[in-house]
């Protein structure tokens, strides 16, 4: 096997989701822990007290103790090398989550086992499921009072839209905790005593030799819902896990570290390698010869005493050899790309070499926007677009002092093209900011202030719905406005049609059907073409 297809097959890489409080920071730094990437993990008490988990670096997220923009770990566990892209983990979940999960091969839920599974989480999901990457489900916290796990698996088929298996079965909850069954291996972890694990016969749960460890209650309870889980529960099937159709669930303790190292070997087990990646000229392959890779993520003021920006790149295909030359697919342009950095969160480590399925973050003085393709393929490679999420809510945004403006323009500017936030202006050059999730504004306006000194004022706006309109210039469109629409133009200077609501919208497209083509996006890397 060529030292490539070597490399490539022991690669995974994942996106940690979940909802604030799950235990999202704390398994992290369990995983990290396990791989040996970092020494020494701390509790995640000692973190909110003092220090602050790898992952959580900015100011917004310190002060909050909420993490707002991703950030990429690696480690290496029996032989595999393993990338976590942190997602921020907030209530509505914005932009940038979605995108990093179009840069992952396998996504790990998170859930509190004794919260249950919430609505928001419907959207990632569909994100998911859209590019068929497997979900894994961690339920957390078993050392807690529980929700009863055949409900979880309910509530979570019901969220999730899909069926669940479960590779591992909790023995009890809270005080009454005592271990995980594990379905594939037969065998239970026990939790009381020296953590030990038993090997049952063939007879599974039904070996006598559990009741020497387990309650009466427990013992009864794990037979019946095993039994269960044989007769109607859905089969475990690799094949439908790998492909995204069938959710493996497993239980256990972050904090405690109990339950994961089973997950982590079953998600190694289970979990895809790097596979071909959709592009313009058919599938690229992760053991082509040429080196490709996509920009998922912008992030300036990583460091505020560097003031850079850094370029985050999935790679697609080849090696990575630092002081490579590739070329964007975008502008043509040649690059040689002698600084790159693999991220453990703000501490940097240069990179001499990475191969598909690694991500490097490349330093970028303006360069990139999100979607890029870089290559060093003579073709001109464009992988598929990512999936731009339209807009839900807007706000209109002005400095409070007008002297500011060149540095407000200028970080409106920035944070547009990180795609922290969509921006729209008028034709009276005012400016509307476009969100998907409410936190985006927050984090928006905090960084204007702390990154570039500007105070903003934001006031709501009554627009929810933005269509873009395909092929035709914005001169074209004017005659289209009326009291209920405002014309603006994104930061591609594309025409983009503001309604107050879905109705409003509909009404619109319906009256104007013959004359406009409205879309909910539209794909920045369209112009780009096919040929050689
Ligand atoms: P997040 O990144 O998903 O937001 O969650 P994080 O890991 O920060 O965990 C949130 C809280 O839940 C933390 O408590 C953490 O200790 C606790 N936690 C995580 N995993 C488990 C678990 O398996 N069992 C229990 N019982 N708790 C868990 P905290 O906010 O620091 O509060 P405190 O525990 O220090 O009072």
Redesign the pocket.
Known sequence: MSQLKQEVERRRIFGII?H????????TEKLLLHGGAIREAGT??AR?NSKHAKSDWMEIEKQRGI?VTSSVMQFIYQDKVVSIMDTP?HNDFGEDTYRVLTSVDSAVM?IDAAKGIETQTKKLFQVCRMRGIPIFTFM??L??QAKDPLELMEELEEVLGMPSVAITWPIGSGMQFEGVYDRMKNEVHLFRGEKSTLQLSEDGVNDPVLADHLSEENLTNLRDEIDLLDGAGNEIDVEAIQSGKLTPVFFG????DFGVTAFLNHYLDMSPAPEARKSNVGPINPTSEDFSGFVFKIQANMNPAHRDRIAFVRICSGVFERGMDVTLTRTGKKIKLSQSTQLMANDRETVDQAFAGDVIGIYDSGTYQIGDTITTSKQKIAFEALPTFPPELFMRVSPINSLKSKHFHKGVEQLAQEGAIQVYRNEYNEIYLGAVGQLQFEVFEYRLNNEYGVDIRMEPVSYSVARWVKDKELKALKPFQDSRNMLVTDRWERPVFLFANEFTYERFAERHADDLTLVEALDVNEEIGTEE
Do not use: F
Request: charged share 30%; glycine share 8%.
């Open positions: 979940s604030p409080d799950a235990g999202k920071t704390t398994l995640v008490k909110k993490s983990g998170v957390n916290k050392d807690r303790t972050a904090l405690v």
